[in-house]
């Protein structure tokens, strides 16, 4: 039984981070690309090729594929 607070819907859309990768390089001005996994409204599995440290805050652009709209905003890393 899923014990989450909202429900997820598996839903890949492009996403570009920036922030503090886990690395010595920085995320430079474009920002990491990367996609969801899944989505909800309270939070989202975004997969990309960086490790980002638990805790850290993250800038977000997610384009939402279905509805053509983008998402900015600031998340923070759950686990990775």
Request: one cysteine or more.
């Amino acid at each position: 039984m899923d014990k989450r607070k909202d429900k997820r819907f598996s839903e890949q859309n492009r996403v570009v981070l920036n922030g503090r990768p886990q690395s010595s390089e920085s995320a430079g001005p474009r920002g990491i690309k990367a996609y969801t996994h899944d989505i909800s409204l309270s939070g989202a599995r975004i997969c990309c090729n960086q490790d980002f440290p638990v805790g850290n805050i993250v800038r977000i652009v997610i384009d939402l594929e279905r509805s053509h709209q983008s998402l900015k905003l600031d998340g923070a890393v759950i686990w990775t």
